[in-house]
Structure formats: C-alpha cells, structure tokens
C-alpha cells in the first residue's frame, strides 16, 4: 500500500503556503502524528499529518478494514500573538491519534475533548468538527481508498461544549453566526447561550 502522507503534505502546502514549523509526537502503539504550523497574515493555522496513514475504522466492526474507511486530518485557526497557542501541538496529535487509540471515526457534528485547556490559559478544552472542504479541498486517492478530508477544528468552551451536547452541533453554529463570534480570538468568551 502507498504511503498517502507526502499527497496530504503536498495538498496541506498547496492550500496553506510552506509549513514555517512542524513538531512530532508518537503515542505508544501508534504511528508518528506531526502538526505543521503555517501562518498567513495574523492568523496561525495548525494542521495534522499522520492521522490519515490508516482508515478510521468503525469500532464495532470485528476486524479493521487496512485499506477502506474514512481518512482525515484535523485543521485549527487562529490569531497569532494573542496566546501562546503553539502549545496546542501535543493536544493536536492527541486528537489525530484518537482513531488509532480509541478505535473512533472523526466526523463533521462531534466534539473532541482534550481533558485540559488547549494551550495553557485557553478557554477552551474540548472542539467542534467543522464540515471539510473551506479551506483545503478534499484529497482524492486511488480506488479502493476513501479521500482525504480535511476538517476544520472550532474550540469550544465547557458551557458551549455542553449546550452542543443537549441542542447539536448545527445550534451551536448557528448560535456563534447569530452573535458574530470571532472562533479565531485565542482568548474568546462564550457565546451567549441563553
């Protein structure tokens, strides 16, 4: 089977311009996760490589599928300067490795805890899986492969990460669009929820 990670990367640099860091993690059994940071203007975006080497595989299924099954890589955006959010890194390849530690699939409309802030002060602990295809378009592979998508990260504090669980990801968006939220400020307040 074809190593997919040097076509993400290249799709990951056709998108966002030439990585200006990158930083390596591996977790115990599963394979290396790696966070590329790029940076347009004032805003600094995060962007996995790694986490789509293996197809999430649906974690009831009695063997895991080697060569079907969706495929991804996990994008954050934010504003540069504003909080030390190149601390986000470790949080990053968590998540990327969840489908290989936890046996779950990532999909637009779940939220992903991190236990802890995602850089040190943030008040964020947890994200939304935002709908691909905005700022990196999906990467086609040869059949029989799934693409590869691209999801966009929104952090959410604990008060929305808990009104999304009773009213839905949809609401929720819908609820930061009504009330003009910037999901960039590092620093942002809740929405109001009321």
């Given at each position: 089977m074809a190593d997919v990670l040097p076509v993400v990367e290249a799709r990951l640099r056709t998108a966002l311009g030439e990585p200006d860091a990158r930083a390596a993690v591996t977790f115990l059994g599963t394979d290396r996760i790696e966070?590329?940071?790029?940076q347009e203007g004032d805003i600094v975006r995060?962007?996995?490589?790694?986490?789509?080497?293996?197809?999430?595989?649906?974690p009831t299924a009695v063997v895991?599928?080697?060569?079907?099954?969706?495929?991804?890589?996990?994008?954050?955006?934010v504003r540069g300067g504003l909080a030390d959010t190149d601390k986000v890194?470790?949080?990053?390849?968590?998540?990327?490795?969840?489908?290989q530690v936890e046996g779950v699939v990532v999909a637009p409309g779940a939220s992903l805890d991190v236990g802890g802030p995602?850089?040190?002060?943030?008040?964020?602990?947890?994200?939304?899986?935002?709908?691909?295809?905005?700022?990196?378009?999906?990467?086609e592979l040869d059949a029989?492969?799934?693409?590869?998508?691209?999801?966009?990260?929104?952090?959410?504090t604990p008060n929305e990460a808990a009104w999304k669980r009773v009213h839905g990801a949809q609401a929720l968006q819908?609820?930061?669009?009504?009330?003009?939220?910037?999901?960039r400020d590092p620093s942002r307040t809740s929405a109001p929820l009321e």
């Open positions: 966070v590329l940071r790029f995060y962007a996995t490589l790694g986490m789509s080497a293996q197809p999430m595989t649906d895991a599928d080697p060569v079907k099954g969706p495929r991804a890589e996990l994008v954050l955006s890194l470790r949080p990053l390849a968590v998540l990327a490795a969840s489908p995602l850089w040190p002060g943030a008040p964020f602990t947890s994200v939304l899986v935002a709908e691909p295809g905005g700022l990196v378009e999906d990467l029989p492969l799934d693409p590869v998508r691209f999801l966009p990260l929104l952090p959410m819908e609820r930061w669009l009504t009330h003009g939220t910037d999901l």
